[in-house]
């Protein structure tokens, strides 16, 4: 007697990916995932691709990943990919620091954050 499945997270006709340990704050990353939000994910690979933000290639690269698992996991057209939702969190915060005048402590935070993408197949399905 085996367990039984368990359930997935997103609906038939959905895919997902996490990055996390994202080296920006969360406020920055939120700007680059609001740049694919709802788009083609055609038009979303070119926008990161000529973006100028730092971590627009690591939310590209998440991007790619939630395409290949689509593809690959779940069997869904490529073609027919549309940004269903991308949103960011807060991960863990380095807390650095410089002495600074007068005996005092200049807090230097070093924010982390995590991002989620999750395409989803348009079509006669949807």
């Known amino acids: 007697m085996s367990k039984e499945k368990n359930p997935r997270r997103v609906a038939e006709n959905e895919a997902m990916a996490k990055a996390k340990m994202l080296r920006t704050s969360p406020q920055k990353l939120n700007l ?23 971590i627009s290639q690591d939310v590209l690269k ?4 939630a395409i290949a698992n689509a593809e690959n996991n779940h ?8 940004v269903a939702e991308a949103y960011c969190g807060k991960n863990i915060t380095l807390k650095r620091g410089r002495p600074r005048a007068r005996g005092r ?18 079509g006669e399905t949807a």
Do not use: H, N, W, Y
């Open 32 to 54: 680059v995932a609001a740049l694919i939000r709802g788009k083609k994910v055609d038009k979303a690979i070119a926008d990161l691709t000529f973006s100028k933000k730092r």
């Open 62 to 65: 998440c991007l790619q990943s």
């Open 75 to 82: 069997g869904l057209d490529v073609d027919e990919l549309v």
């Open 105 to 122: 402590f200049g807090k230097i935070m070093k924010p982390f954050s995590e991002l989620t993408i999750k395409v989803r197949q348009k």
